[in-house]
């Protein structure tokens, strides 16, 4: 918003466009007790897939000792 010198205010839009990538996505949910989700997390690190940092920490459900993480993994498509 821009103030001009007659006192209106007028809005000036700029657009801001990245560059568009082809990229996939694929979205790991695990479900689990915790040990079970942090060793899963650990393995598919170990195996290179991704980090253990690319997780989401885990939360608990709700449900009695169930806990979820996320990992979202982008990839160039072709």
Not at 29 to 34: H, N, V
Not at 54 to 74: C, F, H, K, N, Q
Request: aromatic fraction near 8%; proline fraction near 4%.
């Amino acid at each position: 918003m821009f103030q001009s010198t007659d006192g209106e205010t007028t809005s000036v839009s700029t657009a801001f466009n990245l560059p568009s990538f082809n990229q996939e996505t694929v979205r790991h949910i695990l479900l689990g007790d915790y040990a079970a989700l942090i060793e899963v997390m650990k393995r598919l690190a170990a195996l290179g897939y991704c980090d253990r940092t690319a997780w989401s920490d885990p939360l608990p459900t709700g449900r009695s000792g169930e806990y979820i993480s996320v990992m979202t993994r982008r990839r160039r498509a072709g």
